[in-house]
């Protein structure tokens, strides 16, 4: 074949790729603005013909959900009475009183303070019911209409009116607005002499500010190790994480990579600044709530071998969000990358791109997870989080105590605990004493709550079968027997569950005191995952063992 033939076969070849190219763009583009101009069209004569009026507002914001929904729940739309919870996520600060409201069983109730906030110096307290907001009713307000309502400019007030335990009539409190600063390190300090301890809640844009302060803090008091806690920690800003990772990394190192369908948004995230120690031994703790940036860490400590992780396998996102706006003061959160940490390894969990027979998302099984090495040769997994050097059992909750937190029950028991002992604050290492567990059993049992145990789900069971069968009338006595030893079983639930009930009610009366510092007063000795950092580092050689694959 001539070079003449062959210029010409490989030209016409170009010519037809470039053509099937331009006929899919522009069949990709006709077919979005032929679908865009059927929903115009549609809403219009809608609007027109529709029996009743139409919010436009809430027909599109229900479409825009609608559409969202078939994607991964990380590409979020928010609309211009929204914007302040964006602000709230990504900058860790927003105008309002500095109080946390959870909606339950019908009812506005103030789950969390942050300290010296506005809400805690008007003399608000945790566990108040919130029925009035400037003197409008607020019962049947969901979350959103409530938010507005309580959320306003620094500088301005509101009127609440609230129904607190012990109080008989409603209180009316004014509480003024201002700017208000979530901390990512709620507390840090020293677990013994050697032992330093940070926890790290949020990844906001002061995150690795906090993590550089407690970390020279820490080291000023004779820090030789330290404890990351990272357990619970959802993530957030990508830039946080590469800042924290560089504070115990060499400069110039790769940190994460981010790779999309937009080729020039790629990117490769490397520490850019000299570190504040890449020697001292370092624990990371993580669990299966620590997700997205915690993951970034994590994963790249792990990668590095500059930490040994414990824990339990954390969430696995290794999603990339970035935002945009949009018009009429709109933004849109919208995923557009997966980010790979330095081992080469994506540890998203979930292929959101497909979906099972039943409308739910698969996780990659352990079975087709890739295997990696660390910068040392050690094993390491993709696909399903971040495996954890040493793995702990997380606490199992019997289903008892499950369902007494659920109901609230614990909630509402360290309202009452609180308000009994409001000058009797509790002090570090702080434990309940064991006549507590008598009186809150029969504080229970004048509780409405939902709790069905195996024995009164089998009795009831039993129960329909034999009217079903016509036996009931023979079988009554028998069964209503059966029902007053499952209701006396049921009677010593308390003593039965007693331990985990007690460390569940000692951190939220903890939270009544100290609010997010709550986890300073908690005896280290009862965390099984502390506990095993502090084993480690007992014992150098073993944690260079574990960083060294042995």
């Not at 500095?98 to 009812?107: C, D, L, Q």
């Amino acid at each position: 074949m001539n070079k003449t033939v062959k210029r010409s076969l490989v030209g016409l070849i170009l010519l037809t790729t470039l053509g099937v190219s331009a006929y899919k763009v522009d069949d990709r583009l006709f077919e979005i603005a032929k679908n865009l101009d059927i929903f115009a069209t549609m809403f219009k004569e809608l609007n027109a013909l529709y029996v009743d009026e139409i919010n436009p507002t809430k027909a599109m914001r229900v479409g825009i959900q609608a559409m969202l929904k078939e994607l991964d729940p990380y590409t979020v739309f928010y609309p211009e009475d929204e914007i302040e919870d964006y602000f709230t996520m990504n900058v860790g600060a927003y105008n309002g009183i500095g109080a946390t409201i959870e909606f339950f069983e019908s009812k506005h109730i103030v789950a969390m303070l942050y300290e010296d906030s506005p809400a805690d110096k008007a003399g608000i307290k945790i566990g108040d019911r919130i029925t009035k907001i400037n003197n409008v009713d607020v019962t049947e307000k969901n979350d959103a209409e409530f938010g507005r309502l309580l959320k306003g400019q620094t500088g301005t007030s509101v009127k609440l009116l609230l129904d607190r335990v012990g109080q008989a009539k409603p209180l009316q409190i004014s509480v003024g607005r201002d700017v208000i600063k979530i901390p990512n390190v709620p507390h840090y300090g020293m677990i013994n002499d050697e032992v330093g301890y940070i926890q790290l809640t949020d990844f906001s844009k002061t995150a690795a500010k906090e993590i550089k302060t407690a970390t020279l803090e820490l080291k000023d008091k004779g820090m030789k190790n330290l404890v990351l806690d990272l357990r619970g920690n959802p993530g957030g800003l990508l830039n946080m994480a590469v800042e924290i990772c560089n504070f115990y990394l060499p400069k110039n190192l790769l940190v994460v990579e981010t790779k999309g369908k937009v080729k020039e948004w790629n990117y490769k995230y490397q520490t850019k600044e000299q570190p504040l120690d890449t020697e001292m031994p370092i624990v990371v703790l993580i669990n299966g709530r620590s997700a997205s940036a915690s993951e970034i860490v994590s994963g790249t400590l792990q990668d590095y071998d500059r930490a040994v992780l414990v824990g339990q396998r954390s969430f696995g996102k290794g999603l990339v969000q970035i935002t945009k706006d949009l018009s009429y003061n709109t933004k849109m959160k919208v995923t557009t990358s997966k980010y790979y940490i330095p081992s080469g390894r994506c540890i998203q969990a979930i292929d959101y791109g497909y979906r099972k027979s039943d409308g739910s998302f698969g996780k990659l099984p352990d079975s087709l997870r890739v295997p990696f090495k660390t910068k040392g040769g050690r094993l390491v997994l993709d696909g399903a989080g971040i495996d954890p050097d040493i793995t702990t059992k997380s606490a199992n909750q019997s289903e008892f105590v499950k369902a007494l937190i659920k109901s609230k029950m614990i909630f509402y028991y360290a309202n009452k605990y609180y308000f009994d002992n409001q000058n009797n604050k509790p002090k570090e290492n702080f434990t309940l004493e064991s006549r507590i567990m008598g009186e809150f059993d029969n504080w229970l049992k004048n509780q409405t709550y939902v709790y069905e145990t195996a024995d009164h789900k089998g009795i009831d069971a039993l129960i329909k079968s034999s009217k079903e069968s016509g036996e009931y009338a023979k079988m009554k006595s028998s069964l209503d027997e059966l029902k007053k030893v499952a209701d006396q079983n049921t009677q010593s639930l308390v003593m039965k569950n007693w331990e985990q009930i007690k460390e569940s009610l000692e951190i939220e009366i903890l939270s009544r005191y100290y609010y997010q510092k709550a986890m300073k007063f908690v005896a280290f000795e009862k965390d099984k995952d502390i506990q095993e950092a502090l084993k480690l580092f007992a014992n150098p050689q073993k944690y260079k063992s574990i960083l060294a694959g042995k």
